[in-house]
């Protein structure tokens, strides 16, 4: 069980360059989430997502896409890398009843240059 | 979400309780009290949550004070690898599972 798992771990990319994160989760967990967290700073809700083919802006949504397409899956695309989206980015999950807390990865580490 | 209150960090000494505080004096009566640690920029991992009465697991108490403006998140044998950065978030139930955090506490548990 690996519970939720983030792709890559760490990736430098040049301005202007898009990519795209990989959240998978094995617990079939209804909801998912993306946020960011910049240097001594708290986390940051960037998108949301309640179900297979729906997502939600969060907190940070700007400069950001996602896509939810399986259950299991959840994708934060960056079009346009900006330094300003220099952060570290958690993904997790949660349950839509039962156990409501969300279980987050273990990150990705993303420099922007 | 009601906002919450942490100081930005607190030391403790290897073996003896931590007993952190959050104070959230504009809670809702349908808000819960939720805590969170990261340890050195992994992800976060949840510890405990509350509504009114105090909780206890395998990990932490929590006590809420009588009009739910405050509560302590109790570890009761701090060891090293309790020294993290501790979050308190309120939240309603029924908005997502969505989780806002702030700045939280550095808990530095000294030898």
């Known amino acids: 069980n690996a519970g939720v798992t983030q792709t890559p771990k760490f990736r430098v990319l040049k301005t202007g360059q898009s990519m795209t994160l990989l959240c998978a989760q094995d617990?079939?967990?209804?909801?998912m989430y993306w946020y960011r967290q910049d240097p001594g700073m708290g986390l940051r809700l960037i998108h949301y997502?309640?179900?297979?083919?729906?997502?939600a802006k969060g907190e940070v949504p700007d400069g950001y896409n996602v896509s939810r397409l399986k259950k299991q899956n959840f994708l934060l695309g960056l079009e346009s890398a900006a330094p300003s989206q220099t952060s570290v980015y958690f993904c997790?999950?949660?349950?839509?009843?039962?156990?409501?807390?969300?279980?987050f990865g273990q990150g990705t580490r993303l420099t922007v240059v | 979400d009601a906002k919450t209150t942490q100081p930005p960090s607190m030391d403790c000494a290897e073996g003896r309780a931590a007993n952190l505080p959050c104070n959230h004096s504009t809670i809702s009566g349908n808000e819960y009290v939720y805590w969170y640690r990261q340890i050195h920029s992994q992800g976060p991992q949840y510890i405990i949550h509350?509504?009114?009465n105090n909780e206890t697991n395998e990990m932490a108490s929590l006590i809420i004070t009588e009009d739910r403006k405050s509560s302590t998140l109790i570890l009761p044998h701090a060891t090293l690898r309790d020294t993290a950065v501790y979050y308190c978030?309120?939240?309603?139930?029924?908005?997502?599972?969505?989780?806002?955090f702030g700045s939280g506490t550095k808990l530095n548990v000294k030898p």
């Open positions: 997502s309640v179900g297979e083919g729906t997502t």
């Open positions: 617990m079939n967990h209804e909801y």
């Open positions: 997790a999950s949660s349950y839509r009843t039962g156990r409501t807390e969300a279980f």
């Open positions: 509350g509504l009114k």
């Open positions: 978030i309120v939240r309603v139930l029924d908005n997502f599972n969505k989780f806002y």
